[in-house]
Structure formats: structure tokens, C-alpha cells
């Protein structure tokens, strides 16, 4: 089923959204997932909290690139979860850190908005100047976590072809992002 | 790696789950490699580094009446790019074709190696002799030129210079401490093009 098809059944609250969302875009999310994770039950946790998420954004939300949008949130969920297990497993001081960082009020400023889309904005002139190659190797293993063994199988080239594609464009990134003066 | 750093490289890391949905949506598919074959933009090369030779082998008088011969004195001949020669020698076998397994740093043989065009494998000419690593070291680093960073992003491919005792150098790097490697062929950011008395002494092992 195509993209604006499964967004029409959510915007219909129809059901068979989740369904058709599990048959097409299931196993990418899980293997997101999966590979932040490095647990099938975080990792199924994850997948269904994200199709939760989904049902509840739309309508209002109407993404064009319904694999990119769900990607996105399962990411999100699965680098939160990642860090919270992260800050138990060391207890301790860790752990108690975690639990008081909901007593801190929100300190967002318009500041802080503004240099966040400015980093996001950098990234993605510096993705599009990137010729289609690297584009992929680049956002596989940065936004997708995949393994360099996985790029390189997908690629049909060498893992060493692979870091170094990697290796050169972070140099690229980060001789752009000084150029941009853009902080970090 | 300092705390910052690495809190920084957490931001970095969250931005990059927020670039534009088409980005990602196009990385859902993997784009087709092209492997660089033999093409016939391979045989200009060929045929520049063939007239090179044929020069060299008919001497001074050559030099002297070629240019004569094509409108007089001031028309030169360019000399040969290092990946002109690097293919000519990848092509014509006087390299030898390998993989990074069973390149040995440590074999007491000094030798050039480059990396293959489809990043597979790599190419090694080995040096017959002392004498011949010591002219290669005479001219690894001498009239070298400085590049800027746009050019060096357009340098693909590696090259280094191995000297048998696991000491390994590139013509792509200034000289300095830094820049010797040891043990491993390593990856770098070019910083000089040699020198054309490094291609053409390059050039004179391929012959």
C-alpha cells in the first residue's frame, strides 16, 4: 500500500493503519531499533510505543515520506530509552541525576531553538552536497545505525570502502560545520 | 575524549535524527556503486606515459627537435600526472594486484603501493634496491606543492611509501614526524601533490 494511502486510513481513524504500518515499514523500525538497543524486547517496546506515537500525531501530522516520519520517532524513542537504561545500569549518582532532571524547569530558550535548527539546517546543505554515495553510506550508519558490514553488503563494496567513505566525510562535516561556524 | 567532546557528539548525534524526511526517505534504497572500469579515457594516460618513454628513449636530440617539430621551441610536453603513471602501472602489470592481508610492511622489500580504483584491493611496485629507495626518498617530499582543501577532497585515491621495515610514509603528506606511520597503511587527508621528479622517477620503475 503507498504512503498517502496508510495516512488516509489514520486520518480516518481506521485501524487497519497500524496493520498496513507493521506489514511495510515493521521491520526497518525494529531493525532501528534493534541496532541502538541491542535488545529484542527495547527494541519491541520501542516499535509499538512508535506506532502508538503515530496513531496519536495524525491526523494533525500528514508526512509525506511515511517511512522517514516513522523512522524518525522510533529513533528518538529508541536513543531516550538507550540513555535511561544507560543511567540505571550505572546507578548511583547516574540514576538519581536521571530522576531529578524532572525538576528542572524547561530552560529552552529561543536561543537554544534557534541553534538547533541552524545544526539541523547545516546537516542538511552538507548531506545534499554530498554526491549520492556518500549521502548513503553517511546517513545508513548515522541515522539508520547500520552495521558497516550491512552498508557494505548493500552497497556491493568492501568494508574498508566503507570506513572509508565514513572516516573522509566526518572530516568533511566537521571542516563544514567550522567553515558555517556553526555551534555545536 | 574530553566530556564535552563527547556531549557534543550526542547533540550531533540527536540533530542528525532531525535532517530533512527526504534524506532519509532516499537512503531507505541503496543507490549503484559504479565501479570505475577500463574505458577510453584510460588510453590517454596509456599513450601520454607511452611518449614519455618513447622520449626518454631517443635522448637529448629528441628533446631538442620535437618541439621544433610542433611549432618551435616553446611548445612543451606536459609532464605525466602520479595517477597517470598509477594506472599505467596498475594496467600494464608492472604492479602487482593484492589484498591489505597480504601486504607485508615488515618483508625487508621496500615498495610504493595504491589503492585499487573500486577500493577492493590494492597495487604494489616493489623497489629492486637500496639505491632505488634511496633516489625515492631523495624525491618523496623535495618541491612537493601545498593544496587547499578543495583539492584534496578530490584526491580519491592513497598512495604510500613503504620501506620494508614497517616505516611507512605518503607523497600526499608533508614531511614531519607526524606524518610516518608505522606498521599499517593508513588513511590521511592530502596536504602536497609530489613532485614531478617523484612522478617521473615513479614513472621510471613502471618502464
Given at each position: 500500500m503507498e504512503d498517502l494511502q496508510i495516512v488516509d486510513l489514520y486520518w480516518a481513524r481506521n485501524e487497519n493503519a497500524l496493520q498496513q504500518t507493521k506489514i511495510k515499514y515493521g521491520r526497518m523500525l525494529t531493525g532501528i531499533s534493534l541496532s541502538l538497543l541491542q535488545s529484542n524486547e527495547d527494541a519491541e517496546e520501542c516499535v509499538n510505543d512508535t506506532y502508538l506515537a503515530a496513531w496519536n500525531s495524525m491526523p494533525t501530522e500528514r508526512p509525506t515520506y511515511l517511512g522517514a516520519f516513522l523512522s524518525k520517532i522510533v529513533r528518538r524513542l529508541s536513543i531516550s530509552k538507550h540513555r535511561a537504561r544507560g543511567a540505571q545500569k550505572r546507578g548511583g549518582a547516574d540514576l538519581l541525576i536521571g530522576e531529578l532532571t524532572s525538576c528542572i524547569p524547561d530552560r529552552r530558550s529561543v536561543e537554544t531553538d534557534v541553534e538547533n535548527r541552524a545544526l539541523t539546517d547545516a546537516l542538511n546543505r552538507f548531506l545534499r552536497s554530498l554526491d549520492e554515495q556518500k549521502r548513503y553510506v553517511f546517513i545508513r550508519r548515522y541515522f539508520y545505525s547500520d552495521s558497516v558490514g550491512d552498508i557494505a553488503k548493500s552497497c556491493r563494496i568492501s568494508d574498508g570502502k566503507v570506513k572509508t567513505v565514513l572516516f573522509r566525510t566526518r572530516n568533511a562535516l566537521r571542516e563544514f560545520l567550522e567553515k558555517e561556524g556553526v555551534a555545536i | 575524549m574530553t566530556y564535552t567532546k563527547y556531549a557534543e557528539a550526542k547533540r550531533l548525534f540527536d540533530s542528525?535524527?532531525?535532517?530533512?524526511d527526504s534524506l532519509i526517505a532516499e537512503a531507505q534504497n541503496a543507490p549503484v556503486f559504479k565501479q570505475k572500469g577500463f574505458s577510453l579515457k584510460h588510453l590517454v594516460p596509456v599513450a601520454v606515459a607511452a611518449c614519455v618513454a618513447i622520449f626518454i628513449g631517443a635522448g637529448a636530440l629528441g628533446a631538442v627537435l620535437l618541439p621544433f617539430m610542433f611549432n618551435g621551441a616553446d611548445k612543451v610536453e606536459q609532464p605525466p600526472t602520479l595517477e597517470s603513471v598509477l594506472n599505467s602501472a596498475s594496467q600494464g602489470g608492472a604492479a602487482t594486484y593484492c589484498k591489505k592481508?597480504?601486504?607485508?610492511?615488515?618483508?625487508g622489500k621496500a615498495g610504493v603501493v595504491w589503492e585499487s580504483d573500486n577500493g577492493d584491493g590494492y597495487y604494489l611496485l616493489e623497489l629492486s634496491s637500496e639505491r632505488e629507495l634511496s633516489e625515492l626518498k631523495g624525491r618523496l617530499h623535495s618541491g612537493a606543492q601545498e593544496i587547499d582543501a578543495e583539492t584534496a577532497r578530490g584526491i580519491e585515491s592513497r598512495i604510500w611509501v613503504c620501506f620494508g621495515d614497517g616505516t611507512v610514509v605518503s607523497p600526499h603528506l608533508k614531511a614531519s614526524a607526524g606524518n610516518v606511520g608505522y606498521g599499517e597503511l593508513f588513511d590521511y587527508s592530502p596536504e602536497v601533490i609530489p613532485s614531478n621528479g617523484f612522478v617521473a622517477f615513479i614513472n621510471g620503475l613502471t618502464v
Open positions: - | 542528525i535524527g532531525t535532517i530533512d592481508e597480504d601486504i607485508n610492511l615488515f618483508s
